[in-house]
């Protein structure tokens, strides 16, 4: 067991091009640290960083068979895949606040989770609600779709989704947290009056 961590990146990168699960959990574990601190680094939002380090990791198994090693690391092709991740990223954000920039605001502001007050800018907080709700991830945006939406059971939802109900359940708590602290930290950003209604509405 101890030795293994005196393997190189290459020797058990050729074990993860045969399949080998467990040695890409070994390179996982060996390298998810930087990666996240790089990431971290440069958006300077911890869930972000989160995100970026699980697809950098996700890219690095569908790509496997192209990894390059550079002195027997495979950690510079982790930092670059999550250089170009970010840059995915931040682009998508500036298009789609663009696209949200042209939509007409909904006549009424969606109730989006417990301990959020109605607004009293409707098209404020729309605005927000939308916006918050697609920088979810998408195993997110699904059970709040099923569960809060769609109105289904725990169970239901575990079903459509392919996972346990106790994993549709936590799942739902964290999706709520995230969505109210995207929803609150949209508001802030989008318009100085934002600052007013929240200060109002939800306890400092």
Not at 101 to 107: M, T, W
Not at 144 to 150: D, R
Not at 168 to 196: C, D, M, W, Y
């Amino acid at each position: 067991m101890g030795g293994e961590s005196d393997v190189s990146d290459e020797v058990l990168w050729r074990q993860v091009i045969n399949g080998d699960g467990e040695a890409f959990g070994l390179l996982f574990d060996r390298h998810h640290e930087r990666v996240g601190r790089h990431a971290l680094k440069i958006l300077g939002v911890p869930h972000l960083a989160e995100e970026i380090t699980a697809v950098v990791f996700y890219e690095a198994w569908r790509r496997r068979a192209n990894i390059r090693m550079v002195s027997h690391s495979m950690l510079p092709w982790l930092l670059v895949t999550a250089n170009n991740i970010v840059r995915n990223h931040v682009r998508q954000q500036r298009r789609y606040r663009h696209f949200l920039s042209q939509l007409p605001a909904p006549e009424d502001a969606a109730d989006i989770a417990d301990g959020v007050a109605e607004a009293d800018d409707a098209r404020i907080m729309s605005s927000a609600v939308r916006e918050a709700f697609a920088q979810l991830k998408p195993r997110e945006r699904d059970v709040l779709t099923l569960c809060v939406i769609q109105g289904l059971g725990a169970r239901e939802t575990g079903v459509a989704l392919g996972v346990a109900e106790g994993t549709v359940k936590s799942r739902l708590h964290r999706a709520k947290l995230r969505l109210g602290a995207l929803f609150g930290e949209i508001v802030r950003e989008q318009e100085p009056e934002a600052q007013t209604i929240l200060g109002r509405r939800t306890p400092s």
